[in-house]
Structures are given as structure tokens and as C-alpha cells.
């Protein structure tokens, strides 16, 4: 299985045609210059906008963990729960800006305080895995059903974590955990993993909606990118040979078994064997994932150790099409989704959708030189500034309608947390450090 999948997606790599390698213009002197000035604005966002609305009032020191709840303005709200997901993002975004030279006061015992947390109260010790979901006093769990989602961000947090601070501990703890899931959920004749069980690792009763709202007996391409993701992160920390062999598979799902044929985007929904669902309401694209899923596997290919190469036209195909139905050239930003060949139809800008742009779009560049990802990136990162971005009250809005008008929604939610705008500011400036 695992020679077939590496074979089928080397092939379908390099067979795919490129959408704009025939047209493909480098970029001059003066738009490289250009853009790399547009650092010193990213950084400020970084260290004045995003990392000081979390660090450290985020940090909950009654109860364990951190909060994330806050109102549109970034006030303190009552209540609220604890989720594996963002408490594990949260732990992910304090360990990854200890590895920056953007690291401040006080994020070492904001990391050491999450991991606790994880570690503690979010394991679940009679069954192993980590709970779904606990009370915001950590002390009664509301969902301790597993779900491969947030059992793969737990798995990067706390991997993260080991790195940035040399605790061989936490990553002995990592690898525990992998081990776990792997024999849990692994699906060794098919490729991937099985998604949802119950508390006890057991099948999940059939009335039982899983967290991402997909029929428990699903795979996602969504859940085995954020898997993929995390299995890179293990795999720096601890060079695990399981860990590898597993990341491989993962890379041959992520540019194979989840990509649509002829239209080269991906849909979510598949069943046990890979075959895709594509009803009216499963056959989308959602540009930000196809987005993510670009530079997340070109991520994924460094950490194995791996060429990029035989991927760049496909990956310039999944790109073009987002940029065909999705991109606004006017205003800059990428909508949310839209169905099968046709144009976004979700024309919200969600705040994550830009963040992954303006990674995928400096990846795209740094393999092909093509001017056109530069452009994409620099009209997305105005957009962010000065539409995205909540500079008066701090963090992003979490997303814009298309008359420019920022939605009212919260700034922090069991879905809304640091990660995905920190981890982008973080990799862009990086690289940008890193342009010519």
C-alpha cells in the first residue's frame, strides 16, 4: 500500500500540467524590493497586534489552560469552554514564538503552563487521547469522545513544545500519544486513519454527530492535513522511523487521494476506501484549505528530507484554480469557498482563508520565481492590513462581508485562537528574510 500511494502521487506530480509555468514572468529587483519592505508592517502586526491580545492574559491561572473567550472588541467574556483544539493551538503559538526572535517576557511559563494543561487534565488517562472538549475549570469533561482533529493538533502543540524548550519528557509524551493513535485509528489497508470513536476508542454510536459535523465513518482531507502538519513537526523533534513512513502516506493522501481530477482541487468528504462524496453539498472547493494544503506539504517534503520539485506543477494547478474562483484581484483576499468550476459563492474573507494565502503564495514563489505569487501576496497582506486586521481593539476580524464591513463575531472562540494568523505572520517573515 504504502509503494503503491508513492508511486500514484509521484506520477500524478509530475504528469499534471502547469497552469501559468508557460507564462510565467520573474519578478524584477524592483517588486522584490518592494515587497521584502513590507516586513517591518508584518512584524508590527505580530508583536503589536496578535501576540499581545494573547500573551499572557490568554494564560487562565485559576483554572488551567487558556482562555479563549473573548468578545468583538477583545473584552473578557463569562463562561466558555475548553477545547482540545485551540488549547493545543495556543500551546503551539506560545512554543513556536519560543523558537523566534520574537520571543517576549513571560511565553516560557505561558508554554509550560499549556502543556501542563494537556498533559493533566485534557488526557484522558483511563483511555489515552485527548478529551474533545472540558469545562472551563478543566474539571468536568463535556466531550471525551476522540477525534483525529484535534488528537493531531495536540500531537504538533506538545511537539512544538519538546522543541522549543528540550523537554525530553513532553516529547516522549508526543510520541506515546502517536503510538496510541496509530494503532487506534490507523487504516492499513486503505491509507489514512479513521477519524471519530467514542470516549473508550470504541465505534461512536451512529446518532453521535462527530465536532467537524462530518458522519463519523468519514475521512477528511481537513483532519489528514492538520495530521500531516503535525507528523512533520514529530518527525523534527524525534527523526521517529514510524513517524516517517506515516508522514509519506500522508503527503501521497494530500496531493492524491483527496484531489479532484480534471478541476485539481481538493474536496473533504471520502469514504473508508478514498472515494470521494461529491454531492451538491460536498463537491467544493474551499480555496483556504487548498491553499494551506500547498505549503503545509511542500513543509512536509523539507521535514522528510525530500525534493519539492516534482510537485511545483501541480501545486501551480491547485493554486490556479483557487485563483480562478476565488480570488478578488480588486481588493485583494481570497473568498471562502465555492462549488465544483464555478465562482465563490461564500464570498466572506475569513480571517484563517487570508492567512494561509499569504504563505501559500510566498511558496509559490520561492519554487517558481513567477512575479504572479508575489502579486497575490502583496495585494492579500493590504487587504489584511487595512480591512483584516483590528488594530484598534487587537487581533483580526474573523472575517469581512463583501461590502468591506467586518463581521461582529468574537475575537476568540473554541474555533478562534492565534494559530493560523501567528503561525503565518511567523513563516512569512522568515520568509521574506530569505528573498534574494
Not at 508557460?22 to 512584524?43: F, M, N, Y
Not at 462530518?214 to 483532519?223: F, Q, S
Not at 490556479?320 to 464570498?347: C, E, L, T, V
Request: charged content about 20%; overall charge neutral; some cysteine.
Amino acid at each position: 500500500m504504502r509503494d503503491v500511494l508513492r508511486t500514484v502521487a509521484a506520477v500524478a506530480a509530475l504528469c499534471l500540467l502547469a497552469a501559468v509555468g508557460a507564462s510565467a514572468q520573474p519578478a524584477p529587483a524592483a517588486t522584490i524590493d518592494r515587497v521584502k519592505a513590507l516586513a517591518p508592517r508584518i512584524e508590527q502586526n505580530l508583536r503589536e497586534n496578535v501576540v499581545p491580545f494573547w500573551f499572557p492574559r490568554c494564560v487562565d491561572t485559576v483554572n488551567g489552560g487558556y482562555t479563549v473567550h473573548y468578545g468583538p472588541k477583545g473584552e473578557v467574556l463569562g463562561g466558555g469552554v475548553k477545547m482540545i483544539v485551540t488549547q493545543a493551538r495556543q500551546l503551539w503559538l506560545a512554543s513556536a514564538l519560543l523558537r523566534s526572535r520574537y520571543a517576549g517576557p513571560g511565553l516560557r511559563d505561558a508554554a509550560d503552563h499549556g502543556y501542563r494543561f494537556l498533559r493533566d487534565v485534557m488526557w484522558d488517562k483511563a483511555n489515552g487521547g485527548f478529551h474533545w472538549q472540558v469545562d472551563v475549570t478543566g474539571k468536568q469533561v463535556m466531550r471525551g469522545q476522540k477525534h483525529l482533529y484535534g488528537q493531531a493538533f495536540a500531537i504538533y502543540a506538545v511537539a512544538e513544545y519538546a522543541m522549543a524548550t528540550g523537554n525530553k519528557d513532553a516529547l516522549a509524551f508526543a510520541l506515546d500519544a502517536f503510538r496510541l493513535i496509530d494503532v487506534r485509528a490507523h487504516d492499513g489497508v486503505h491509507g489514512g486513519y479513521r477519524e471519530y470513536f467514542a470516549a473508550d476508542w470504541s465505534a461512536a454510536p451512529a446518532a453521535d454527530t462527530p465536532p467537524l459535523g462530518a458522519p463519523a465513518d468519514l475521512k477528511l482531507m481537513n483532519t489528514h492535513l492538520h495530521l500531516l502538519e503535525a507528523w512533520a513537526t514529530l518527525l523534527r523533534a524525534s527523526a521517529d522511523p514510524l513517524v516517517r513512513e506515516r508522514l509519506i502516506e500522508l503527503v501521497a493522501i494530500e496531493t492524491h487521494a483527496v484531489v479532484r481530477v480534471g478541476w485539481t482541487a481538493h474536496t473533504d468528504r471520502h469514504r473508508a476506501d478514498w472515494t470521494p462524496i461529491l454531492d451538491p453539498a460536498a463537491a467544493r472547493v474551499s480555496y483556504g484549505h487548498d491553499l494551506e494544503n500547498i505549503w503545509l506539504v511542500a513543509d512536509a517534503l523539507d521535514a522528510l528530507n525530500q525534493p519539492v520539485a516534482p510537485y511545483t506543477d501541480f501545486f501551480r494547478n491547485v493554486f490556479a484554480y483557487s485563483r480562478q474562483h476565488g480570488w478578488d484581484d480588486a481588493k485583494g483576499g481570497f473568498y471562502d469557498s465555492g462549488p465544483k468550476g464555478q465562482p465563490a459563492d461564500r464570498r466572506q474573507k475569513v480571517w484563517w482563508v487570508q492567512a494561509e494565502v499569504i504563505v501559500a503564495s510566498l511558496e509559490m514563489y520561492r519554487q517558481t520565481k513567477d512575479a504572479a505569487y508575489l502579486d497575490v501576496f502583496e495585494k492579500t497582506w493590504r487587504f489584511i492590513d487595512t480591512a483584516q486586521t483590528d488594530w484598534a481593539n487587537g487581533e483580526w476580524f474573523e472575517s469581512i462581508a463583501p461590502d468591506g464591513t467586518p463581521s461582529g463575531g468574537n475575537k476568540a472562540t473554541p474555533w478562534k485562537a492565534g494559530y493560523h494568523n501567528g503561525r503565518a505572520l511567523l513563516q512569512v517573515l522568515d520568509r521574506l528574510s530569505r528573498l534574494p
